[in-house]
């Protein structure tokens, strides 16, 4: 009797113990995950401000350009912000092709890709 309660001690004690590892694993897994999408995040948007500032300066040169051939500051700046107009309908008729697909492919493969780099490690 003494024999199968010691063994199911020691077996407790493994089982517990295998049971406070894969958690401990889980939590890094997880804290790895949130900050490989958090990082991803953080460069896409530091990447949006930039093509930002990009497309504001492009937009003030062009406004000035069209402004001298016009002779108008008005035109010019109206030109260029039909130009933006014409690019946002394009970008909504098109958002689905455009943005949405790829998106969702880059979060896909990423994951995919993640999960295979998971699957070599074990």
């Known amino acids: 009797m003494d024999d199968l309660k010691s063994k199911a001690e020691y077996y407790y004690?493994?089982?517990k113990g295998y049971v406070n590892t894969n958690?401990?694993?889980?939590k890094l897994t997880?804290?790895?995950k949130s900050t490989l999408a958090f990082?991803?995040?953080i460069s896409a948007i530091i990447l949006l401000l930039f093509c930002f500032?990009?497309?504001?300066?492009?937009s003030i040169g062009l406004s000035i350009k069209f402004s001298e051939v016009f002779n108008s500051a008005s035109t010019g700046y109206f030109?260029?912000?039909l130009i933006h107009l014409i690019f946002?309908?394009?970008l909504f008729i098109f958002r689905k092709k455009l943005l949405i697909i790829p998106i969702m492919n880059y979060f896909i493969g990423s994951?995919?890709?993640s999960l295979k780099s998971e699957d070599e490690e074990n």
């Open 39 to 41: 990082s991803s995040l």
């Open 30 to 32: 997880l804290i790895e």
């Open 53 to 58: 500032v990009i497309i504001i300066l492009i």
């Open 88 to 90: 946002v309908i394009a």
């Open 111 to 113: 994951i995919q890709n």
């Open 13 to 15: 004690e493994h089982i």
């Open 23 to 26: 958690l401990e694993l889980f």
């Open 79 to 81: 030109l260029v912000a």
